[in-house]
């Protein structure tokens, strides 16, 4: 099964005080461990990054710290989906066509990736979104 993982997935795995840890940590090691193919958008590494740099934990997390989660967890055992010029601009075009502005567009360029790739799966915590974003999608789109 070809499952895309997006961020706040990725970051509740590799949080053990979040909420959502122990549902997301099974995929994770899945995905890790080659019983799915474990799919990430080239720029939700950028955001993992982010997140876990910033995340209200104590003690925080260190940039370098944070790079190694990156790198060990996601980056070394995923394939990651590329977006092309083209892709970004259908997408925006997409959204302009239905009337979708702002923040709406970074969950809309995930859900392509996974069109893209032939996810049969793409996980989330965040599913109102990407269902709003990618409605053709939605028999595909849940949470851990």
Avoid at 3 to 20: M, R
Avoid at 44 to 71: D, F, G, I, M
Avoid at 73 to 87: F, G, P, S, W
Wanted: hydrophobic letters at 45%; zero cysteines.
């Amino acid at each position: 099964m070809r499952v895309l993982f997006d961020t706040s997935v990725l970051v509740a795995a590799l949080t053990q005080s979040h909420a959502h840890h122990d549902r997301s940590l099974p995929w994770l090691q899945r995905g890790q461990s080659g019983d799915i193919a474990f799919l990430v958008v080239g720029h939700t590494l950028a955001e993992l990054y982010s997140v876990l740099t910033t995340l209200p934990v104590r003690p925080r997390l260190s940039p370098s710290v944070a790079w190694r989660l990156v790198h060990e967890n996601v980056e070394a055992a995923a394939e990651i989906v590329t977006l092309t010029d083209d892709d970004y601009l259908a997408t925006i075009e997409r959204l302009a066509q239905r009337g979708m502005a702002g923040g709406i567009i970074y969950d809309a360029l995930i859900a392509r990736a996974a069109e893209k790739a032939g996810a049969e799966r793409l996980l989330t915590w965040n599913e109102a979104h990407f269902r709003r974003a990618w409605p053709e999608g939605e028999s595909i789109i849940g949470s851990p």
